[in-house]
Nanobody
């Protein structure tokens, strides 16, 4: 069965860094685009970053451009999100999600594009 397991969250100070990982199993990881999304307390789901199946193209939310870097290791079936210069507004539950497609597809109905989600890893940015 498909499993996505996030790790690497925690408490960081403003300006600090965290590296999130998403370990994937149960499918051919290298065939599918992957994304990171987040949900802050009291707010809706926000797409943070995405990457093509082969890593050839990426997407970033404007507010994280220049601070976050998405990457993947298809040999290790793992997705990463390096988060630098963290801000309090980055506080959220971060999820990785598997696309049904090898490329990034932007949609207002995530369930039509993403078929599996992890349980999430909490990121808190506070001094």
């Amino acid at each position: 069965q498909v499993q996505l397991v996030e790790s690497g969250g925690g408490l960081a100070q403003p300006g600090g860094s965290l590296r999130l990982s998403c370990a994937a199993s149960g499918f051919t990881f290298s065939n599918y685009a992957m994304s990171w999304a987040r949900r802050a307390p009291g707010k809706g789901l926000e797409w943070v970053s995405g990457i093509y199946s082969d890593g050839s193209d990426t997407y970033y939310l404007d507010s994280v451009k220049g601070r976050f870097t998405i990457s993947r290791d298809n040999a290790k079936n793992t997705l990463y999100l390096q988060m630098n210069s963290l801000k309090p507004e980055d506080t959220a539950l971060y999820y990785c999600a598997k696309s049904r497609y090898p490329i990034l597809v932007f949609t207002t109905t995530p369930e039509n594009v993403y078929d599996y989600w992890g349980q999430g890893t909490q990121v808190i940015v506070s001094s």
